[in-house]
């Protein structure tokens, strides 16, 4: 039996790797003043048709559940968030400052950087309509990609403004309802030859390459720029105009983060969706709100590809689960003993693992180095005293078992 396609097992390396991206994640979003939410994995499957229309429903994991109910497993967060803000806006200070990490599902062709099931980190202010609110999302955003120990160097956010084609599509005539269908080109337009755009806009074509060639300014955007100058984040920022992200709901302010070497999917993507909560709770709320989702998948592919990345990543993990101690008991008469120390040594806090069964005294301290212990205690003929090695160093020394502790701390603080 193998796990479906697009779906993960995560063994004990690769849950490792995962939870250092949860625990950067979360860490980072608390410095910022977010705090942690989640919602259901399954909901109506109208709530995702009436966000992004029918044919979100060839992408979605959905079935009729036991009480005849039309259900998905949720392909993103953001129509959960709507849901429960309309719902529980009365009983939260504005503006609010919530971030999730959910595991989302969508049915759809597996590739680089895309699976069948991911996690993402969600981080939205909802109930601001200022600009700063855009600036420091942008500045989350940049500040979780350094925090994994990428620079300017590797990772660069582009940002733009749907208002900015808003406009441009009204100066050009062009009536509403083909609005969406220009920027999905526009969207489109990086990934695909320039003809086969031009093909799409028509008319539209010349004036539109001419702002993505970089003729467009934006004054919002300049103010967004200038406002991460102050941060000293610019170095991760470029202003973009041909991002303008897929989705119908965005209103404002949109940006993506990528690899500057452009090999690999967006890291992250998100803006402004004033209008989204009023859409989805039919009118009876409306809330100025702004997100965007990191994806555990792609993130995971590029700190696997960043040297630096990849060594800050093994080394917090290294710390995470390697011993503090290990128990070698060379004489089974003091197993007694030893489990004695090994539970007040974990009552402590120390990680502490010792042989369950009977083994040689050589097998044991091969065990200790390979779990990555810092220190074994040898429970043998020394008894009441009990042998202490520093595996790092190899330094021995005889101690009585009472007080071990106190020991413990110098040698566990002191450096590797």
């Not at 479906?4 to 410095?31: M, Q, S, T």
């Not at 005539?173 to 080109?185: D, S, T």
């Not at 990934?191 to 001419?210: D, I, M, V």
Request: hydrophobic share 40%; charged share 30%; with cysteine.
């Amino acid at each position: 039996m193998q796990s479906l396609p697009g779906f993960r097992d995560f063994v004990p390396k690769e849950c490792a790797a995962r939870n250092y991206i949860f625990h950067r994640w979360r860490e980072v979003a608390r410095r910022y003043g977010f705090v942690e939410w989640d919602g259901p994995v399954l909901e109506p499957t109208d709530l995702y048709t009436k966000k992004s229309g029918p044919e979100i429903v060839t992408q979605l994991f959905n079935f009729t559940d036991k009480g005849e109910r039309e259900v998905a497993m949720r392909p993103e967060l953001t129509p959960t968030l709507a849901r429960v803000v309309a719902a529980h806006e009365r009983e939260f200070k504005k503006p609010l400052k919530w971030f999730s990490i959910p595991q989302c599902f969508r049915y759809e062709k597996q590739q680089r950087g895309r699976l069948r099931e991911h996690y993402q980190f969600n981080a939205d202010i909802i109930g601001e309509s200022a600009l700063e609110a855009d600036v420091e999302l942008i500045a989350l955003c940049v500040d979780l990609l350094r925090a994994f120990g990428f620079t300017a160097e590797d990772v660069v956010v582009r940002i733009s403004d749907r208002e900015f084609w808003i406009d441009f599509l009204r100066a050009q005539n062009v009536p509403e309802e083909k609005w969406e269908e220009v920027l999905q080109a526009i969207d489109k337009s990086e990934r695909e030859p320039r003809e086969k755009t031009a093909a799409r806009l028509g008319s539209l074509a010349e004036p539109t390459f001419k702002i993505l060639d970089g003729t467009g300014t934006s004054e919002k955007l300049e103010q967004v720029v200038a406002a991460l100058r102050n941060r000293g984040l610019t170095e991760f920022v470029k202003i973009d105009l041909g991002i303008v992200r897929g989705l119908a709901y965005y209103s404002g302010v949109v940006f993506e983060a990528f690899d500057r070497g452009g090999k690999l999917r967006a890291l992250a993507g998100g803006g402004r969706y004033d209008n989204l909560i009023q859409q989805l709770s039919d009118g009876a709320v409306s809330l100025p709100a702004i997100g965007f989702a990191m994806g555990d998948v792609v993130l995971g592919e590029l700190i696997a590809e960043q040297p630096a990345a990849k060594a800050k990543m093994e080394e917090a993990i290294a710390a995470q689960q390697n011993l503090d101690i290990y128990v070698v008991i060379a004489k089974e008469e003091r197993r007694a003993d030893a489990l004695a120390q090994i539970q007040a040594l974990r009552d402590r806090g120390y990680r502490v693992d010792f042989p369950l069964t009977p083994a040689k005294v050589g097998k044991q301290f091969q065990t200790a180095e390979q779990l990555g212990a810092r220190i074994a205690i040898l429970f043998g003929d020394e008894w009441p005293q009990v042998k202490l090695k520093d595996l790092r160093t190899g330094e021995q020394s005889l101690l009585p078992h009472e007080g071990l502790s106190a020991r413990f701390a110098a040698l566990l603080s002191s450096p590797a």
